[in-house]
T-cell receptor
Framework: TQLLEQSPQFLSIQEGENLTVYCNSS?????LQWYRQEPGEGPVLLVT?????EVKKLKRLTFQFGDARKDSSLHITAAQPGDTGLYLC??????????FGKGITLSVRP | GAVVSQHPSRVICKSGTSVKIECRSL??????MFWYRQFPKKSLMLMAT?????????EQGVEKDKFLINHASLTLSTLTVTSAHPEDSSFYIC??????????FGSGTQLSVL
């Protein structure tokens, strides 16, 4: 059973469109992280959300942590080709070990 | 923030050979490093936790004799894939924590076993 379910698995959109992707679980977490990974590179941390209901913005990216701290969403406004990549959510467990979702492959066409 | 250097970025080897991957912390002393494996367009799977000066802790299902980990100093951890086979072909990534907060990843090593 996957701890973190990410959806949709694949998304291909036109430049300028908005999109929302999700990271869901039946478990409660003290915090949740979002990463973006480009082909042939390691993941890069985008944000950490900690408080239930918290909303964090990073330029055109808006992250929200669910009130019950079981899920999170990532909204991208006016997507650009540079947003293309694999978006991973992750939670930290014992001994700082991270568990990742399967990721969302986003492709933004020019 | 911490900078993690991973080398080599890509390696192609023959079946049966061993391959060593290095992960260096350039500006931070890391007592713990993590090694992940990733298949194409899939998520990262934690393989093992590398502990400086002691034995690595392996996740369930990961063969410790197949994937040798050495963490001899606070700035270097190595992963050796022994007697590599085509099924070992994958993207291997190391990471470390800075002050148990942010997690920084190396740029990964693409291993292709022929």
């Amino acid at each position: 059973t996957q701890l973190l379910e990410q959806s949709p698995q694949f998304l291909s959109i036109q430049e300028g469109e908005n999109l929302t992707v999700y990271c869901n679980s039946s478990s409660v977490f003290s915090s949740l992280q979002w990463y973006r990974q480009e082909p042939g590179e390691g993941p890069v941390l985008l944000v950490t959300v900690v408080t239930g209901g918290e909303v964090k913005k990073l330029k055109r990216l808006t992250f929200q942590f669910g009130d019950a701290r079981k899920d999170s969403s990532l909204h991208i406004t006016a997507a650009q080709p540079g947003d293309t990549g694999l978006y991973l959510c992750a939670v930290s467990g014992a001994n700082s070990k991270l568990t990742f979702g399967k990721g969302i492959t986003l492709s933004v066409r020019p | 923030g911490a900078v993690v250097s991973q080398h080599p970025s890509r390696v192609i080897c023959k079946s049966g050979t061993s391959v060593k991957i290095e992960c260096r912390s350039l500006d931070f002393q890391a007592t713990t490093m993590f090694w992940y494996r990733q298949f194409p367009k899939k998520s990262l799977m934690l393989m093992a936790t590398s502990n400086e000066g002691s034995k690595a802790t392996y996740e369930q299902g990961v063969e410790k004799d197949k994937f040798l980990i050495n963490h001899a100093s606070l700035t270097l951890s190595t992963l050796t894939v022994t007697s590599a086979h085509p099924e070992d072909s994958s993207f291997y990534i190391c990471s470390l924590h800075e002050n148990n907060e942010k997690l920084f990843f190396g740029s990964g090593t693409q291993l292709s076993v022929l």
